[in-house]
């Protein structure tokens, strides 16, 4: 009767511990399957991306086409071939240092276009945003409603094509002006000697287009409406880029417009330090 009481014991506590120990086999299995890996482990078995890298070229033309389309320049009626001469100019400039890396401005006048278009831009390239576009005047030499001769000479009365670097200012017979470098040796180099300045004039307005049919102009300053000119003036003061772009007719070569050592400053499709 014991050995009966005794084997049925020891059945039952073999029962309860192969219970236990297969509870503990269930527990420990969800814990390896759920908490044991952490997720770095798990991450790693992923597949990774390639990381894709592009030309410094392609770098640059990207940048460019972005500002111009951020900045919306399209409906500002900004030619795009003559905004990308702009700003390939402008990355020489920095390239070299001869602009302000705190002041990313650039100036662009279009004199393929008639006096009565809103033909110059204004743009933050640091915010990609378009700050002006106003009237601008050429010269009485260089035609009526449209310009169509330029000149590097003084009392021509001509404007200039070719690449600008602003200076400082001054106060002169049209008030608050600023002093233009031309950077172009055949086309405006001598218009700091010949008094090209951006300055503010009345015949620069909407007024005088609706009488006269054409803006009034100037002596070859880039002239503008007088209401803007501080502001103007203030925006672009410093060395900051202008850029004057002439009739497709007009003959223009400039060591400036090389694409090649504009796109020099971009790696692996980052702009370096100044973006």
């Known amino acids: 009767m014991m050995k009966r009481i005794w084997r049925g014991t020891a059945f039952a506590v073999l029962a309860l511990s192969t219970t236990v120990l297969s509870w503990s086999l269930k527990g420990d299995s969800t814990s390896v399957s759920a908490g044991n890996f952490s997720k770095d482990t798990i991450s790693a078995t992923e597949p990774v991306a390639p990381v894709k890298t592009i030309s410094a070229a392609q770098a640059y033309v990207n940048y460019v086409n972005d500002i111009y389309t951020s900045a919306d320049l399209k409906s500002a009626d900004l030619d795009f071939n003559v905004f990308r ?9 920095r390239t070299a240092g001869m602009v302000s890396a705190a002041r990313q401005i650039i100036s662009i ?6 006096s009565t278009s809103k033909r110059l831009w204004i743009i933050d390239l640091e915010n990609r945003k378009l700050l ?17 001769s330029f000149s590097n000479t003084a009392e021509s009365h001509q404007s200039s094509i070719g690449f600008y670097i602003t200076s400082n ?3 002169g017979k049209h008030g608050l002006s600023l002093k233009l470098n031309g950077m172009d040796k055949n086309y405006n180099a001598n218009a700091f000697n010949r008094a090209i300045v951006v300055h503010g004039a009345e015949y620069v307005s909407q007024s005088f287009i609706n009488q006269h049919g054409r803006l009034g102009r100037s002596y070859g300053c880039p002239a503008v409406p007088v209401e803007l000119t501080p502001a103007i003036i203030d925006a672009i003061k410093g060395k900051t880029t202008l850029f004057i772009n002439g009739p ?4 223009y070569a400039s060591g400036y417009l090389n694409e090649e050592s504009a796109a020099s400053q971009f790696g692996q499709g980052e702009l370096l330090a100044g973006s």
């Open 85 to 93: 001469k702009a700003m390939t100019g402008y990355l020489n400039f």
């Open 109 to 114: 006048v279009d004199f393929n276009k008639a």
């Open 132 to 148: 002006f576009n106003t009237l601008v005047a050429h010269g009485q030499g260089s035609g009526d409603n449209i310009a169509t």
């Open 169 to 171: 200012t001054y106060q």
């Open 248 to 251: 497709e007719t007009v003959k």
